[in-house]
């Protein structure tokens, strides 16, 4: 039986489309807890900015019932940010090597030159 979800587990419910993901993934997870076991799972789901979540679920022990917890976090802007990181990294990587091999190439010309100028 559910008690309470936060604000960001409360999006999820009765969700539609990719967000419904979500929703699998905590009722998967809080099956887990209840057996006692701890568990974590990242799911990504689409939405217009496109979407992650990160959920962990762990067993309460309370009165010799066994109950869980699931903790939803919503991830989409950590996502976004190591994908602008990593283009940035490989825009500068390309632009760094053109001007580095055409002065690779005109080394190479000119200590194969056989001219003194």
Known sequence: MEVFRNAVAER?????????????????LLDRACG?????????FRSAAGGAAAAGASPLRERAADRA?????????IHR??????????????ELKTPIGAVGLLA???ASSRTPE
């Open 69 to 77: 917890a699931v903790f939803v976090h919503d991830i989409s802007e």
């Open 36 to 44: 006692g076991e701890a568990c974590e799972e990242e799911c990504s």
């Open 81 to 94: 940010v190591e994908s602008v990181r990593r283009d940035f990294v490989a825009n500068v990587s390309h």
């Open 108 to 110: 190479e010309t000119l």
């Open 12 to 28: 999820f419910r009765n969700a539609r489309h990719a967000d419904a993901v979500v929703e699998a993934t905590m009722i998967r």
